[in-house]
């Protein structure tokens, strides 16, 4: 799989807008280069002379069966890589085997995405609101629409300050809308960022435990806590009732200089990792950096950035592209570090 | 914030002469880059779940409100930044509600750059003069234009070796003068550094912690000591008096090769931290860097080669901005780190 | 020697399929470049005052005494770099005084490179095949023609993602075939890498000690396992009966991200230096090189791409160029490190 | 002192041939670059609030007062940088009032160059020769014409490959020769590197702790062995009579990887430091450099190339504007580290 050769497709068929919403980071985007080179940094130590004829991927997330412990994380606005939006990512993650959080930001409706691979798992990411009965409403709605799990992003209290949305006055250009919020607000502000001006607008920047708390209470779906770096804050949402975390630093579009998320993960899998499930997102782009996460004992990994360069290039065959690639480098590097399945991914695969 | 930017316009507006002695360093400028650098390489570990609707960035400095932990850097000849030189930086300080340490080698006198933000508070730098009555003649017209606290530099017993302003032949162009020495010794000397020569003429390159002790005898205005980068040199300055230090290696432009600040600023931390305040400078350019400084115990920052740049590209306006910059950056660094007040900015913030 | 120059020298030659099929690594080619990188990081303590007149490099390996712990590594196709293929790599070897071995999947079938330096010390590289009546057919074959030694290549499962290779389809040239395999499937596979498709269509994914054992019954020869970065996996291989193994990734062209094989040793060296001989290959590209991996510990070291850049310059005159420049940096080296045999080579050569 | 501006200026008015021979290094040149970078990598803690009024840079080695701790290193063939080589070298050191170290390989006698500067202090540079008759007399010249000490160098058992030298088959251009080796052997050898050719017929290969011996007791002067980087061969050369030792690696033209002098230096100190005076070459560009290795515990640096560059553009006077250069920068450097003598540059200025 040739991933930058990808990213380069997208982006000569994105407006400048899309494609640098999609791939730009905060600040001076330290944090978003630290979460590639973290992966790459680690160096594995492979088994040999192990029966690796059959390999076996799969696993499960949260008790649903996956084809692989590679999801596709929840990234908004989707129609601006492609015409059909979330429901292209919805088929291609479905036909990929994999599972798709669908984001509160999307530009077709929770439902209408869950209409487009009825059967395929799906969870439903959320931000907690200033009005905490649109949340009340859209659980709901995730509810009957067959969404299994929630994952609270808590690490968006504002946002970033993404220079490239800035420069580019990001907006949703006419004709798209945040498709959950009906006629409420279905557009972003314009000048500057948009998105930033939302945030501030629309989101609780006082969230805390008890409201994972109050999530938790609002359906019988488990909860994810998303954006966590820290062992005491894992802790913390454990403690709460969430059924696992996140280790993200939101794709390095929020806090610059945050740690990367491979090297926060050992912290937050030392402090939960026992008790809970912990998944972790931020520069995945090889099935090595799968094993590598996997080896330190995540259930699994999002990718974000290399699904919205499938979904722009090819819709849901573009998404189940890259899936199947990513499940393929997996299979073979599993293979080659003599594992025949995700529970023989062992620390002793790192060095050091 | 794009300083980059900032930097780039100012340099385009300003002489070579002037530009280059803003931005430059000493020999090889190892120090200067490494300043920049110390800050990067620190990462953070960002709390979430916490309540930041409000934040709150103001602190005191030695007593004072400032609306933020970042001050102004004394900086030297700011009229060749900008026509109105320290008057305008001291409005546009004062506008950000920040605090300007105004240089003795100023070229608008102390008491105009007073006159021109007159409710804001200020502090004066101090280089001990060969001629100790100079000296003394500065702090009382200092303590009589309202200055709250006296900044010793003593880190320049000479100048350090600043290869551009070498080949520059930098000296002060016609109708520009140290303007706090009156009809002493205005002008700069010709041929080199005008600065180095003017250094070994006028300053005094015996000073001692009994010095520190003879300027805080001199008026009732607390002294802090700036240019310290250990620990055993800041708890001298304690014992002598001395009412907190400014961890500094002058912007890289003395010694090259000394430690950067970001990395000195634990062990003078470790040795006079609990006892007086201890600020630091040097490399200082984004919210992030202030979060940093502040959680390792630093009371506040100083900012010199930003400051410059708003001044060059928009006199008062433009120090204005910069500041507001560092202000809003700050704020939203706080929150995206779960920080409610500059009190929470502690330790754990910090990888490793 | 020039290495870099003899590279370009080679490339400029060669097709583009057959040089990138040499030079090539898997995925990001990370491993690849961080085999050089890591030899290079390595620095010595050379000692002085000792008398080196006379440098002795020889050694044995296996018992057999070669002229320098310099040997040929297998590496398959050779054809594809020079028209006699591996049977002038085996003359050009042999008048070096090292030793070759010879790959399975040569172009050249085992017998007429034999016959092409009869004297020489030759080893059989082997994989396993998913019919292993090949294999034992290939080792009596090999038994016949008096090779000494039979070195069971364990990290090819799968084969690596080697992005040149499917770009390039890579395949055999007509009229070039895999000449140990008679009629039986000469050919590679067309359509993205030939030699991936081979893999999996031939050769065993199953490997375990237990077929070490196996081969190691098959015929007097000692079995070297080739392939082996850990410990554990070393001592397996031991007590499985084999006489040795090779610390090797595959010159970076299986698993990327694998450790370097200079970082690898010492934990081999560790767990059975002292029980079988150990080699080592991946990045050996001066006779410092070859100093630092004996001053670990390892017998010898192997140079795959270099002697490729040789034979393709040079036919039997290129390997042997380079093997006598590496014969020839060795014995500086080691006068340089007041080594006057291998044996002084000894760990306190290297720093830290 | 800008000596990159001084180099640029060396190698426009000389040949490639001379420019290459005193700019390279051996092989792929790591130590070369690592000399440089190793003393850069080294960060100070400088002290404030001392009395450097005055400074004094002046020391003494081996007894001889010198101006300042740093001496001109033992390079050969110094008329391919300037029509009068050594013996204006000789001038512009004693001017400088520094201490030249004269090569055997020079091209003015040992006599001649004596002669240039005869009040000056001089070492004499030795390597020990195939026949040590000539080892004798040369001593015995040197003790005649007031050299003070003797240097021996013993990292040479054999030339490092120095890919310049043998690409421009480096050697003496016609009416040049070794004039300290009258009419024996005054020419280097044709084709490849002459010095290499040079070295493999004249010089000895088996100097060992013995010739030490043998070597201080050919004449009253003291010896110091040049080309050490362990304690324990620093201590064998102490207990045979050394009056100290070199740090040095030949300034990286010997063993490539072998340790960066700066890196080096520490351990040789805590072997021998407090017996004998250890001297240090290899990199040292700046005044601060010197603060370093003064810091760990060196009596005084070497410097090879910035005096060649100095030689080569302004002769004697080029020479001593270099050593001038040194001078002016380390008591800089001193007054702004608060040290006011070389006694007071103590460890605790290096960081960590």
Redesign the interface.
């Known amino acids: 799989?040739?991933l930058d050769a990808l990213e380069a497709d997208a982006r000569s068929g994105l407006t400048r807008l899309a494609y640098d919403y999609y791939a730009g980071g905060a600040?001076?985007e330290?944090t978003l280069a630290?979460n590639v080179a973290a992966w790459?940094r680690?160096?594995?130590?492979?088994?040999?002379?192990?029966?690796?004829?059959t390999v076996d991927i799969s696993t499960t997330v949260l008790g649903a069966p996956v084809r692989m412990p590679v999801l596709v994380a929840p990234t908004a606005y989707q129609r601006l890589a492609h015409e059909e939006g979330e429901r292209a990512n919805a088929r291609g993650t479905a036909a990929a085997g994999s599972l798709l959080i669908v984001s509160t930001l999307a530009t077709v409706s929770l439902e209408d995405v869950a209409a487009a691979a009825p059967q395929a798992p799906r969870w439903m990411q959320i931000y907690l609101q200033k009005d905490k009965a649109i949340n009340a409403e859209l659980v709901a709605r995730a509810a009957a629409a067959g969404y299994r799990a929630l994952v609270l992003t808590?690490?968006l209290?504002?946002a970033?300050?993404r220079?490239r949305d800035e420069r580019n006055g990001f907006t949703l250009p006419p004709g798209m809308t945040m498709a959950n919020f009906g006629t409420r607000h279905p557009d972003l502000p314009h000048g500057g960022s948009g998105l930033a001006a939302h945030v501030v607008q629309e989101l609780?920047?006082?969230?805390?435990?008890a409201?994972?708390e109050w999530l938790a209470g609002q359906s019988a779906m488990p909860v994810l806590?998303k954006?966590?770096?820290?062992g005491?804050?894992a802790a913390?949402?454990v403690r709460a009732g969430a059924a696992g975390v996140v280790v993200s630093?939101h794709g390095g579009r929020?806090?610059?200089?945050?740690?990367?998320t491979a090297?926060?993960l050992p912290e937050v899998l030392d402090a939960v990792g026992g008790d809970v499930e912990v998944y972790v997102d931020g520069g995945v782009r090889?099935g090595?950096d799968v094993v590598?996460a996997l080896a330190m004992g995540a259930r699994a990994v999002l990718i974000g950035r290399p699904a919205i360069w499938g979904l722009a290039t090819g819709g849901a065959g573009g998404v189940q592209a890259v899936l199947d690639g990513f499940g393929e480098?997996l299979e073979?590097?599993m293979?080659?570090?003599g594992a025949r399945t995700v529970a023989e991914l062992t620390p002793d695969l790192l060095?050091r």
């Open positions: 799989m040739d600040d001076d330290l630290d790459q680690l160096r594995l130590r492979p088994r040999v002379l192990r029966d690796v004829s808590v690490d209290p504002v970033g300050y220079r609780a920047a006082n969230v805390t435990a409201d994972v806590v954006g966590v770096l820290r005491d804050d913390d949402c630093n929020q806090l610059d200089g945050a740690i990367a090297d926060a090889r090595t590598k480098e073979r590097a293979r080659l570090c060095a």
